[in-house]
């Protein structure tokens, strides 16, 4: 298969492309970026046609993906920076973004008759209760500008296709980018005690697993909306740090904290992102590794390269 990947530089689509051409696909990526610098798979690198893009230019966005003529789109790329995103001058920016550009995708999609997988988030729920959310809930409540407008792009893709996977995902962690395991590592070094919020549940998702599913998927028709995150059951930031100084035997103490008493971010974060896995297997995907086991691998890629 011919596949074209947006955000390639990304945590996400950086083992996207990893995948598909372990698998022997054409994997074509694209990015804000002049140049690609290439994919790692932990011994060798490959090289990848890459073309630079803007999905907010709708002509641009058209005339690439119809130039590459693809089976199928994998949309990874998308405006993340949560807090910034509540920025009075940045709304406009973050929905041309998340649901512009996921829209200028959707319709060269719907022209070439090619399958569409679109990455979503939790943040597109209110973010309350204890029960998980299910994949083909439609009680939308978004906290935050992210979450509104990564539901905008939802919604651009499932009234625009037929063929298409809409993929929420939460608590994502990568090599190639920054995340929170990255973040409480260097916090660990230099601080003795570590302030993290324990009100929070979800579960933690690993790029490099996460790739896996995603072809999966792309090699299928089996469409509709999902949820995807390691399995292990559900945990908060707390446990996740905690976990995270014990395999990298860090001596940092961590404190659990409410997220009232760890002071308010600009941006709502949601207290419930539990999500439900079990339309996976029953529609015949293998479920994401244990979030230890991921964690595990991950910290071992980490030494590994430096």
Same mark, same amino acid.
């Given at each position: 298969?011919?596949?074209?990947?947006?955000?390639?530089?990304?945590?996400?689509?950086?083992?996207?492309?990893?995948?598909? @051409?372990?698998?022997?696909?054409?994997?074509?990526?694209?990015?804000?970026?002049?140049?690609?610098?290439?994919?790692?798979?932990?011994?060798?690198?490959?090289?990848?046609?890459?073309?630079?893009?803007?999905?907010?230019?709708?002509?641009?966005?058209?005339?690439?993906?119809?130039?590459?003529?693809?089976?199928?789109?994998?949309?990874?790329?998308?405006?993340? @920076? $949560?807090?910034?995103?509540?920025?009075?001058?940045?709304?406009?920016?973050?929905?041309?973004?998340?649901? /512009?550009?996921?829209?200028?995708?959707?319709?060269?999609?719907?022209?070439?008759?090619?399958?569409?997988?679109?990455?979503?988030?939790?943040?597109?729920?209110?973010?309350?209760?204890?029960?998980?959310?299910?994949?083909?809930?439609?009680?939308?409540?978004?906290?935050?500008?992210? /979450?509104?407008?990564?539901?905008?792009?939802?919604?651009? $893709?499932?009234?625009?296709?037929?063929?298409?996977?809409?993929?929420?995902? @939460?608590? $994502?962690?990568?090599?190639? /980018?920054?995340?929170?395991?990255?973040?409480?590592?260097?916090? /660990?070094?230099?601080?003795? *005690?570590?302030? $993290?919020?324990?009100?929070?549940?979800?579960?933690?998702?690993?790029?490099? %697993?996460?790739?896996?599913?995603?072809?999966?998927?792309?090699?299928?028709?089996?469409?509709?909306?999902?949820?995807?995150?390691?399995?292990?059951?559900?945990?908060?930031?707390? %446990?996740? *740090?905690?976990?995270?100084?014990?395999? @990298?035997?860090?001596?940092?103490?961590?404190?659990?904290?409410?997220?009232?008493?760890?002071?308010?971010?600009?941006?709502?974060?949601?207290?419930?992102?539990?999500?439900?896995?079990?339309?996976?297997?029953?529609?015949?995907?293998?479920?994401?590794?244990?979030?230890?086991?991921?964690?595990?691998?991950?910290?071992?890629?980490?030494?590994?390269?430096?």
């Amino acid at each position: 298969m011919k596949i074209f990947v947006t955000g390639v530089n990304g945590q996400l689509g950086h083992d996207v492309m990893n995948e598909l @051409a372990l698998r022997g696909h054409v994997g074509i990526g694209s990015d804000l970026a002049p140049a690609y610098s290439g994919m790692a798979d932990g011994t060798a690198v490959t090289t990848a046609p890459y073309v630079s893009l803007d999905i907010t230019d709708a002509d641009a966005v058209r005339r690439v993906i119809l130039d590459v003529q693809p089976d199928a789109v994998i949309h990874c790329a998308a405006w993340t @920076a $949560v807090d910034m995103a509540e920025d009075d001058d940045k709304v406009a920016q973050v929905r041309a973004v998340n649901a /512009g550009g996921t829209q200028h995708i959707a319709d060269v999609c719907k022209e070439l008759d090619c399958k569409m997988l679109y990455l979503s988030t939790d943040y597109v729920f209110n973010g309350q209760g204890t029960e998980p959310w299910q994949p083909d809930c439609k009680d939308y409540q978004p906290l935050n500008v992210y /979450g509104q407008t990564k539901l905008e792009g939802e919604l651009a $893709v499932s009234q625009t296709l037929e063929k298409y996977f809409i993929v929420r995902i @939460a608590w $994502v962690f990568g090599q190639n /980018g920054k995340n929170f395991v990255k973040t409480m590592l260097n916090v /660990g070094k230099t601080h003795d *005690t570590v302030r $993290v919020v324990n009100d929070q549940i979800g579960t933690p998702t690993y790029t490099f %697993d996460l790739a896996r599913l995603l072809v999966d998927m792309i090699e299928s028709d089996k469409y509709g909306y999902y949820h995807a995150t390691n399995e292990g059951g559900y945990i908060s930031w707390y %446990d996740f *740090t905690c976990e995270i100084y014990r395999q @990298a035997g860090y001596t940092a103490k961590v404190i659990p904290v409410t997220t009232e008493e760890y002071g308010l971010s600009k941006a709502k974060r949601p207290f419930n992102s539990r999500l439900d896995k079990s339309k996976l297997v029953a529609n015949g995907f293998r479920p994401l590794p244990d979030w230890k086991d991921a964690l595990k691998r991950y910290l071992g890629n980490l030494v590994a390269r430096g």
